[in-house]
């Protein structure tokens, strides 16, 4: 059933509601309304998920907390709280270990690829569900998908041009591995830029022969005989 007030000042609502009536806060609440065509607009607010739990609901004095599960909420039960108070430290221990852990491989030189000798730049890029609740992503399937991981297209309006000029592009699997890194980004478009500007110089080479009748200087012939009349032995006649 779509909203019939005022779709701002109800979004401000629910936003006060969430910032004041929750223990601890969560962060990046975002809400939204969108407009319908018959009238009215259909809230919608994303939750994201939460890495410092539980959350106690204290709007208008109350002090309870709630779990979902697959067939709505519920309480927990002190077990449960239990559980869920401990797990948010277990995960910053899991990932400091994570990182001692690789630190530790590096100065060994147990690393995929062999590093130079001096002093190196580790960036730990660490995603927190693998380490929350055990997900893992398999990499390979991801990129072949060409779905699942981020191209670098976004910020320079390829992508955009590309579904436009070819639908469905980032469905194909060749596409996805070559793209996949900036890189190679950076490859693809420099071979283009070279295709395209050795074309044009074809199109002005031809124009200037057939229309203008202008006379071109041959670089390769001038640069021929520069090279024989460098390196040959002059001849000095008597």
């Excluded at 709505?72 to 990182?99: C, D, M, Q």
Aim: hydrophobic share 45%.
């Amino acid at each position: 059933m779509p909203f019939t007030g005022n779709a701002d000042d109800e979004r401000r609502r629910l936003e006060d509601i969430a910032r004041t009536g929750l223990e601890p806060r969560i962060r990046n609440l975002q809400t939204r309304a969108v407009p319908l065509a018959e009238g009215g607009a259909v809230i919608i607010v994303r939750v994201p998920r939460s890495y410092a739990p539980p959350h106690r609901v204290i709007y208008k004095n109350r002090s309870r907390f709630w779990a979902r599960a697959s067939s709505g909420k519920y309480e927990p039960n002190v077990e449960e709280l239990r559980h869920i108070f401990t797990e948010a430290p277990r995960i910053a221990e899991r990932i400091a270990a994570f990182r001692t852990d690789q630190i530790v491989r590096i100065t060994a030189g147990e690393t995929p690829i062999p590093l130079g000798p001096g002093g190196k730049v580790v960036l730990h890029v660490v995603p927190v569900p693998a380490f929350a609740d055990g997900r893992l992503l398999d990499v390979v399937s991801a990129v072949a998908a060409g779905t699942h991981v981020p191209l670098p297209l976004d910020g320079m309006g390829l992508r955009r041009m590309l579904d436009g000029a070819v639908p469905g592009w980032d469905e194909a699997v060749d596409w996805s591995l070559l793209l996949e890194r900036q890189s190679f980004l950076v490859l693809v478009v420099s071979i283009c830029m070279t295709l395209l500007f050795l074309l044009l110089r074809a199109v002005l080479a031809w124009y200037a022969d057939s229309r203008l009748r202008i006379p071109r200087f041959h670089l390769r012939e001038h640069a021929l005989r520069a090279g024989v009349a460098f390196f040959s032995t002059p001849e000095i006649k008597r």
